[in-house]
């Protein structure tokens, strides 16, 4: 029998707010994928539809079903999604450089973006678990420095820098939100500060490269750092009202690279100028906003991590995001969650708005 509870305590607000930044989205990526100098890729556009279809399925399915029957569930949906990872690496498809996606069907899936939801679900489960006032020691934080390591290794192998800096920046921000404690928290500080310097030496020369045309862009114009160059004469020309929608020239003549994807921020700011930008920016604020407070009225510990996680998880993609097409952060390949195209993206983030309304409901069914 249907309880009528879900319609009272049901979060419009948040709905409404997601409805608006899709509808933003699914505008952008028609006009970034209808250039006059390519072959017009409106089948992306369409395909993003039926990729957002799949997504409010997602959202209502985890919204229905109680959040805290993940609890119960987490390391079934840790194990899976690591053997996920695996068969990637060992059968998946091959494209880009990278090998990120298997093929189910007529689809295309990346299971990298669903390691993210299980990371922050298992964190959520062990910190809810074991949390107490002084903080987690060293000791304790071994099994969540396992639960992100592991993923993050799979992830780098494909390799898939972006996402597995994602991965751990969730882990970082839910473990300093449930606390660490003092002494463990200046050893932490200081290993990265010695160890860190040593990162380089580990990374390959492509990204190497993307690093150093970060710092300099104009080292290599036309190769490495076209990407960053041409983003900024993009958001740049749009100046304070844009060029008007489907009128960017950037865009229409092809210079701007993965305009559908890394840098539909770009197309978003030579449309719209820094006006548009503003109010982009503001609705991303709304929603990290939105996703602390859900956490901060929710009573169950597990809740509230959970929620802490998410809204981490979406305020880091916004943050690299923006910050590659503005040459603020090394173009590391992460999406603008709602606005740019792929389809396991928008199911994942569809799928934590579900759950951010599931713990916003629930904390008055059960209060």
């Known amino acids: 029998m249907f309880d009528r509870r879900f319609v009272t305590y049901f979060d419009w607000g948040l709905l409404g707010l997601i409805f608006i930044i899709g509808l933003i989205g699914l505008v952008t990526l028609y006009s970034a994928v209808t250039s006059a100098t390519l072959t017009p890729q409106k089948t992306l556009y369409f395909k993003q539809m039926i990729w957002y279809c799949a997504g409010m399925t997602g959202m209502v399915l985890s919204f229905l079903v109680n959040y805290k029957s993940l609890y119960r569930w987490a390391p079934a949906i840790y194990v899976v999604c690591i053997l ?39 964190l959520a489960r062990y910190y809810s678990k074991f949390s107490d006032t002084r903080g987690f020691t060293l000791r304790e934080l071994f099994t969540p420095l396992i639960l992100t390591a592991i993923p993050f290794i799979l992830i780098v192998k494909q390799p898939d820098l972006g996402t597995a800096m994602v991965v751990v920046l969730i882990a970082g921000f839910m473990t300093v939100f449930v606390k660490i404690e003092r002494r463990s928290l200046l050893c932490i500080v200081s290993a ?10 580990l990374l390959k020369g492509y990204q190497k490269k993307r690093i150093l045309t970060f710092i300099n862009p104009d080292r290599d114009p036309l190769g490495a750092g076209y990407h960053i160059i041409q983003s900024k004469i993009a958001i740049g020309s749009g100046m304070i009202f844009g060029k008007g929608y489907l009128k960017g020239t950037q865009k229409e003549l092809s210079f701007l690279p993965e305009q559908h994807t ?65 040459g603020l952060m090394p173009i590391v390949g992460v999406t603008l969650p709602f606005i740019s195209y792929g389809g396991s993206s928008i199911v994942s983030i569809m799928i934590c708005v579900g759950l951010l309304m599931n713990i916003s409901m629930r904390r008055f069914l059960f209060e």
Do not use: H
């Open 84 to 122: 996920l990872l695996i068969y990637v690496l060992m059968m998946g498809k091959y494209g880009g450089g990278a090998r990120r996606w298997f093929v189910l069907g007529p689809i295309s899936v990346q299971p990298s973006e669903l390691v993210k939801i299980a990371v922050i679900i298992s």
């Open 192 to 201: 990265c500060t010695i160890t860190g310097p040593l990162v380089w030496f």
């Open 262 to 326: 890394d840098f539909i921020f770009s197309v978003f700011a030579e449309e719209w100028g820094f006006a548009g930008s503003v109010v982009m920016l503001f609705l991303f604020l709304m929603l990290i906003i939105w996703g602390l407070n859900i956490a901060y009225r929710c009573r169950d510990p597990f809740g509230t991590i959970l929620a802490v996680g998410i809204t981490a998880m979406m305020f880091w993609q916004i943050f690299i995001n923006v910050g590659m097409a503005m």
